[in-house]
């Protein structure tokens, strides 16, 4: 389902105050757009005014053309999931109830209740067998945040709203919930809009980002468009200095590793002194040593072998390396990186087998285009 | 022994005094917990805050008053009588119950009435739902509060002629005879000890295992 907002306004204090002034956009349908700005700048009045919780003062809300006056304000909620920052779980309700609130207002048959609040369970990794009775003072923080996501999904909305729903929970487990939601979003493709004040997780989440401030929109774009063209000095005061950094969390390290590299198969090369000759001829200072299936063991330098005798087995004088898998973003193989001390970095398959390496040149560079498009 | 003495001899007549004094309780108790929750329901809904707020104050700085003066005060308006008596154990009771009926409902997380109305409840399915429910702990002890305080005071209700184990006190006190003050005073103990350990029971079989949970928390 596609939301547009058309001329909307909110007026506070007969017009004294304009909370959302004015704005005209479309939320594209089954896909995440993150509502963003600093505090006040009429992010989460905009969010209610889509269900209803905060009336609008002016223009108008078109669910598919059609407008939210046309619709009851009850039904209309009902078929919007909706999840906040404090979760608001019904403490005096097991998580079975807790997430079968909506199914029941709707008068689901209970049978295919319980068969959705399994699935819902399941798709937000929790095994039902052991959470459906818990109460929600038995759960921990992720936990309940998962159930509170579980809840608004429960009577299948094409549309949810979320208002910062990770906002309360430490750095750690909220990374962990981002990749599950990311995951769930996959799966479900709902019209998802999400309010947040984290740009770090607007760029995580966000396929399209609408960026506010005192209740007008200063940019909505592509996330990849907001990162690399800033529209004005505010969006790039949000973004931060950082954000070439912030970019390349949005680039995988699939995209941007090269195949061109020296390896040599200790299965065929035995001894240090084979090793050498390959490398002279090689005219390379080092190069990787893979073993049985092309499993990465780790590299040897000139340098090193050079000290060594040359019937010495080659294996004894490999060196030990960190590497980064395909799925892995830029962000996570620059930490790796600088943490090992490393030039470039092996990237391997989840069994290990090498399949190319990626250059902190590369990475340098890539960072060098944000900042060159900041200027 | 001597402080039993006139206990035993009048069992016929201290039954009949304890009934009349738990007559006197329950049914000015009673309508004060049906009204005292209604009060506390009703100036505690959304856009009602000022008025909540107000009975809060209100019936906080009542809860003060002593119930000798109530007894007295309703005895200048209405006279002597078990009428006169029951109305002025039915305010004194009232008090309690609307004050933490009011209170505890204005204590409901606002973050669960939040996630209740976005998720499509409609007012009355917020309250019954959600705003009850999750007082029942404060409602269950205005009501308790009330039960004790009510008994007690029904004994003093005596003095303006509503009967009940009052009665067999403030002759005691008189005639100086402790024994009689005893046979007056026990029973109202017992009363008092045996209906709030029912109400007791009754809180724990109506409020939900989520509660007791994060009550513990």
Same mark, same amino acid.
């Given at each position: 389902?596609? @939301? ?16 959302? =002034? ?27 005014? @889509? ?12 669910? =598919? ?8 304000? @009850? ?84 549309? @949810? ?48 980002? &609408? ?41 995988? &390290? ?5 195949? =061109? ?28 040593? &893979? ?85 | ?19 009349q004094h738990?007559y006197l309780f329950l049914i000015s108790w009673s309508i004060a917990?049906?009204t ?29 008053v002593p119930s000798t003066a109530v007894i007295a005060l309703v005895f200048i308006f209405m006279g002597i009588g078990a009428l006169p008596a029951m109305f002025a154990l039915f305010i004194y009771s009232l008090v ?54 009510n008994?007690?005071t029904a004994a003093i209700a005596a003095i303006i002629g509503a009967g009940g184990?009052g009665e067999?006190?403030f ?47």
């Open positions: 389902m596609q @939301i547009r907002l058309k001329n909307l306004t909110k007026k506070y204090d007969n017009g004294a105050f304009k909370a959302v =002034d004015n704005i005209s956009l479309t939320f594209d349908e089954s896909k995440l757009t993150v509502l963003i700005g600093p505090s006040g700048c009429g992010k989460t009045t905009t969010l209610k005014m @889509i269900n209803r919780l905060i009336e609008r003062t002016g223009g108008d809300i078109l669910f =598919d053309e059609k407008s939210i006056d046309e619709m009851d304000r @009850i039904n209309l909620r009902r078929k919007i999931g909706y999840a906040i920052q404090n979760i608001g779980l019904f403490i005096h309700m097991s998580v079975f109830d807790n997430i079968a609130v909506v199914p029941r207002l709707l008068k689901w048959p209970e049978q295919k209740i319980k068969d959705r609040v399994e699935e819902l369970l399941e798709l937000v990794n929790l095994d039902p067998e052991l959470h459906m009775y818990k109460y929600p003072a038995q759960l921990s923080g992720g936990q309940k945040q998962r159930i509170g996501v579980a809840r608004s999904l429960a009577a299948d909305p094409d549309v @949810i709203l979320m208002d910062e729903p990770f906002g309360a929970i430490d750095p750690i487990n909220r990374e962990k919930l981002q990749d599950a939601f990311i995951e769930i979003q996959e799966k479900i493709k709902k019209t998802i809009i999400f309010v947040t004040h984290d740009i770090r997780e607007a760029i995580k989440l966000g396929d399209k980002i &609408v960026i506010m401030n005192n209740g007008h929109i200063v940019q909505y774009d592509d996330t990849i468009n907001v990162v690399n063209q800033p529209e004005n000095e505010f969006v790039e005061s949000l973004l931060g200095s950082d954000r070439a950094l912030k970019g390349l969390e949005m680039l995988s &390290v699939k995209d941007n590793y090269i195949k =061109d590299f020296v390896s040599i198969n200790a299965e065929e090369v035995k001894t240090v002194g084979t090793a050498l000759e390959y490398l002279q001829k090689k005219e390379k200072s080092y190069a990787y040593v &893979v073993g049985k299936k092309g499993i990465l063991l780790g590299y040897c330098t000139t340098k090193r072998l050079q000290k060594k005798d040359k019937h010495d087995d080659l294996i004894e004088s490999v060196i030990k390396t960190e590497s980064i898998q395909p799925y892995s973003n830029l962000m996570e193989a620059i930490i790796t990186m600088v943490e090992a001390g490393l030039t470039s970095c092996p990237v391997v398959n989840s069994k290990d087998q090498l399949l190319g390496i990626i250059r902190f040149k590369t990475l340098v560079d890539i960072m060098g285009s944000f900042e060159k498009s900041e200027e | 022994m001597e402080l039993f003495s006139y206990f035993f001899e009048n069992i016929p007549y201290i039954l009949e005094k304890t009934w738990f917990v049906v005292g929750v209604f009060i506390g329901i009703i100036s505690t809904r959304p856009g009602k805050e000022k008025i909540g707020r107000t009975v809060l104050a209100v019936t906080g700085a009542t809860q003060a309690p119950v609307t004050f933490n009926t009011a209170s505890g409902l204005m204590n409901v997380s606002p973050d669960m009435k939040e996630a209740a109305m976005g998720m499509g409840m409609t007012k009355n399915q917020i309250l019954f739902k959600v705003e009850l429910p999750t007082s029942i702990p404060a409602i269950a002890s205005g009501i308790r509060t009330a039960a004790v305080i008994i007690g184990l067999i006190i002759i005691g006190l008189r005639l100086m005879d402790v024994s009689r003050i005893f046979a007056g005073a026990l029973p109202v103990a017992v009363l008092a000890l045996v209906v709030d350990a029912l109400l007791a029971l009754l809180e724990k079989a109506i409020m939900s295992d989520g509660l007791k949970l994060s009550k513990e928390n």
